[in-house]
């Protein structure tokens, strides 16, 4: 089975320029996660999606990001414009039940490294 | 939400047990205590979790205390493929986020 996939990688963008990452879950994994690693800081949760819909987008630190998951398959996150504070890992996370009946964890991606400059 | 407290490096050497601590003294009595790992240049892998009782699958063991305010990660022979960053997380009941702390890094000694 193939892990969940992100790309780009890396990204090394300009302060104020956009940026779109993507993430592939698993398939047939409804629930979709994202995190993120800014520097110096702990993982930090953004959001989670229920197929198409966003159940619960708590974590987006302000209007600048926009997460999309159309037909319900991946997911991209923009962050429109970037700032120098964005840089960081963001990763994502599938898994095929709602965490309430999960016997085992979430699939990670390697994640993608953003560089704002 | 709850927190976990970890220490930042712990040594182990190939082949020995490894015993990862964490503390969790404000678990409430509907947390999870899950594990994950990350490896260099990977995103978080799932270890193991549990709530009451202590766990064991293939890659590690899991140790609740009685009282729930603290577990133990254990690996019980350390390789040198198991050098990460651990962290253990509580989850709510019912919810879907987990609180990262800052993890323990370990490191095996060939």
């Known amino acids: 089975e193939a892990g969940v996939t992100q790309f780009p990688s890396h990204s090394v963008i300009e302060k104020g320029q956009t940026v779109t990452l993507r993430c592939d879950p698993i398939?047939?994994?409804?629930?979709l996660y994202w995190y993120r690693r800014v520097m110096g800081k702990e993982i930090k949760f953004l959001l989670h999606?229920?197929?198409?819909?966003?159940?619960?987008e708590s974590g987006m630190p302000n209007n600048r990001f926009l997460a999309e998951r159309t037909g319900g398959t991946y997911s991209t996150l923009k962050v429109q414009p970037a700032e120098l504070e964005d840089s960081g890992v963001y990763f994502c996370a599938s898994s095929q039940v709602v965490p309430r009946h999960l016997n085992y964890g979430y699939t990670f991606g390697s994640g993608t490294r953003l560089t704002v400059v | 939400d709850a927190k976990t407290t970890q220490p930042n490096s712990m040594e182990s050497n190939e082949e020995e047990p490894v015993h990862l601590p964490c503390n969790h003294s404000?678990?409430?009595?509907?947390?999870?205590i899950h594990w994950y790992r990350q490896l260099p240049s990977q995103g978080p892998e799932y270890v193991i979790h549990g709530l009451t009782s202590n766990v064991n699958n293939r890659m590690a063991s899991l140790a609740i205390a009685e009282d729930r305010k603290s577990s133990t990660l254990i690996l019980h022979r350390a390789t040198l493929r198991d050098a990460a960053v651990y962290y253990c997380?509580?989850?709510?009941?019912?919810?879907?986020?987990?609180?990262f702390g800052t993890g323990t890094r370990l490191k095996v000694l060939a």
């Open positions: 398939s047939g994994h409804d629930n």
């Open positions: 404000t678990i409430s009595g509907t947390d999870y």
């Open positions: 999606f229920v197929k198409e819909s966003k159940q619960d």
């Open positions: 997380i509580l989850r709510a009941s019912g919810t879907y986020k987990y609180i």
